[in-house]
């Protein structure tokens, strides 16, 4: 058991190596000196840098605070107006960045989100008992993904997708699974999942709401399974308390001084603007390396007449085929079935 343990420690950090190596290589950070350069100042890359700072000075406080003495004389800064996302992560990149500087936190949150993601993805194949090796290629292909490249300093926490095979995997387990049990290590996935993704980002606990209500219910019109809608509902309610708690400066800030109605300015047309086109899993970004694929990039985002976040849903020369491959797998079986 102890050898076991071991090499599985040993399987893990041969991926966070491996995924760390092929970052810093594409990224220019093979050189130490270059960590302490921030890797761009595009988009929200100030304002991620500014809460590393304030989470390194003990202004950024996970259930606590999230004020700036720096900021907004002769009173100081308040970020309660929003639920903000990633707040444990970029409580650590705070104390990260006390211990060495703000520039080197910021380039290792960009590497964490890699790491974390290679780590999730096996743990989980892993979990499902798929196959070792099979595991390491897809977890370093998910790890690796064009999107979490594109993602960079300006949306780093965006990054943070790796709750995400966990939170598809949770919500299959209540909708299908015959055998799961209260207390059975599937039930604790899935409640330690949940609870997870309360605390992180509120964008993806939004999605993977939804997916546990179609969970639910899909599971309450088909086997009525008691266990599973047991652990459904308490999946449910762990999600919500994990939110809240991560969010009780906010929540108790708005109750107490009101809605400030310009801390989220979103508008209607934004839906279209950002919504995910489904051609863009195929259409390759205009960076590309390969000339004749970058030109497929460049023609589509000239003829494109709404461009949002384009090309940051691009799977990939490999990923795209193995894509192909299991929805005409998953079509086939329907088929067949």
Known sequence: MRKLKIKTILRLLALV??????WASVRDRLKPENWNVSFDYNGDALQILGWINAASEGDYVPFWTETVHRLGAPYEANWNDYPMYEKLITFGLGMVAKASST??????????GHILSVLSFYLCCRFLKYNRLWSVVAAILFSLTYYHFFRNLGHLLLAY????PWA???CWLVSSSKQMQWGDRLSKACVITAVVM???????????MQLLIFSIAAQYFTQRRKENLKVGGIMFGAAV?????INIGSLLYNWQHGKNPAALDRHYYEAELYALKPMEFFIPPETHNIDALAAIGRFYHSSAMIKGEMFSAYLGIIATPLAIAAAVGVLSAGVLS
């Open 17 to 22: 190596l491996v995924v760390s190596f092929c």
């Open 198 to 208: 309360g605390l992180s980002n509120p964008y993806n606990l939004n999605i993977y």
């Open 103 to 112: 520039f080197v936190a910021s380039n290792f949150g960009i590497l964490l």
């Open 241 to 245: 308390a994990a939110f809240i708690a």
């Open 168 to 170: 598809m995997l949770s």
């Open 161 to 164: 997708s790796y709750t995400l």
